[in-house]
């Protein structure tokens, strides 16, 4: 009587078996997309980034993101405008960046009693052979720095805006183009007003980006102290190696030429430029050259990242360099404090992201 009762309760223990239809099946793994992985090489742009930083973390310490923008910059054949306090390295980055490249290097020094010709070139007449010839300015050259390019007044900053557009220069009728690839760096100090002129919407709408400089952190100025407590001269800077060349700048600007983008994030590019021209906060929009140098841009820190396809984060990361000069707060606003990245911010949190 007790053996039967308990195979009656070993029988209710056993776990009822599931239908065979209810049992799951194991899912293949899905591949990633056309649109989530690399269809092009990009190793090239990827290696030679890799080579310039090397050379510069040598010298500079930190200020990573500028590195990238001018890298940036320099892959989409545009200019860079340098903002920061005196003493950050920002004439220095230029100087270094440019020893990296296997490419003509040029300093100009703006000055409030610089003439147009000391920077494009003049004329000349020959006595020799009785002819006028052009002797070029410090302008012709592949990197050029223009240190403190707010000190010059309205006609020599002038004197830069054919050049920086159309990369030519024309005097008394003549047209010069400068060599490829040119490469225009320029810095100004924000704090100091005495003795400068405020660059003109036109001259600034040049810029491919703007790039705000700021103090480095403290475990960095650490790091600068130890790098150079015995270095005093700084000549760790004859170390910096050139790695890049005009050929591999051009070769690598056809790469991310190819970088792919979709449709729905052209039309996020332009929402974004759009909602500049009629936000209540700004007096001023961005013209479709600010979404041509977001497109740009977006597709080649796509290609320094890694990737031969944009994504939304690429056009959010660059919408601040290349918008933050090309925008102008009304008065209210600025009277209440508002600044630039607070509208832009504003604007791409209020665009809708594309899936």
């Known amino acids: 009587m007790h053996q039967e009762e308990n195979t009656e309760f070993e029988e209710s223990r056993t776990e009822p078996t599931l ?6 099946e194991e899912k293949p793994i899905e591949e990633p997309g056309e649109w989530e992985r690399n269809l092009i090489d990009i190793s090239p742009i990827t290696l030679a980034v890799e080579q310039v930083k090397t050379e510069l973390r040598k010298v500079i310490v930190g200020q990573e993101q500028m590195t990238d923008l001018l890298l940036v910059a320099l892959f989409t ?17 230029a100087k270094l960046m440019a020893q990296t490249l296997k490419a003509e290097f040029s300093r100009i020094q703006f000055t409030p009693d610089l003439m147009p010709s000391d920077v494009v070139g003049t004329t000349v007449f020959n006595l020799k052979n009785s002819e006028f010839n052009f002797n ?46 040119f490469f225009v760096i320029a810095t100004q100090n924000p704090i100091e007003q005495e003795g400068t002129y405020k660059l003109p919407e036109a001259q600034l709408d040049r810029f491919l980006l703007k790039i705000n400089m700021e103090y480095p952190k403290l475990e960095e100025e650490k790091a600068i102290l130890e790098r150079f407590s015995e270095d005093f001269s700084m000549t760790v800077k004859k170390t910096v190696k050139t790695v890049f060349s005009t050929a591999k700048i051009a070769s690598c600007r056809k790469l991310i030429e190819q970088v792919r983008i979709r449709k729905e ?11 500049t021209r009629n936000h209540p ?11 041509l140098a ?35 707060l009304t008065p209210e606003r600025e009277m209440e404090g508002y600044v630039a990245r607070d509208v ?8 809708e992201v594309p899936r």
């Open 19 to 24: 239908p065979e239809e209810e049992i799951a």
């Open 344 to 351: 832009i911010n504003e604007i791409v949190k209020s665009v």
């Open 136 to 181: 070029p300015g410090p302008i012709f050259a592949n990197v050029v720095l223009i240190d403190e390019i707010n000190r010059a007044p309205a006609k020599t900053q002038a004197a830069l805006f054919e050049v920086m557009e159309e990369y030519q220069v024309t005097v008394d009728g003549t047209t010069h183009p400068v060599p490829t690839p």
């Open 77 to 93: 054949n545009g200019h860079v405008l340098l903002e920061g306090v005196p003493g950050i390295a920002k004439t220095l980055t």
């Open 294 to 328: 977001i497109l740009k841009t977006s597709k080649a820190i796509a290609a320094m990242r890694g990737r031969d396809f944009v994504t939304p984060d690429d056009i959010q990361y660059m919408a601040y360099p290349v918008l933050n000069h090309r925008i102008i």
């Open 265 to 275: 994030l052209l039309d996020y590019i332009a929402a974004i430029v759009h909602r």
């Open 281 to 291: 906060d700004l007096y001023l929009g961005a013209s479709p050259r600010a979404s």
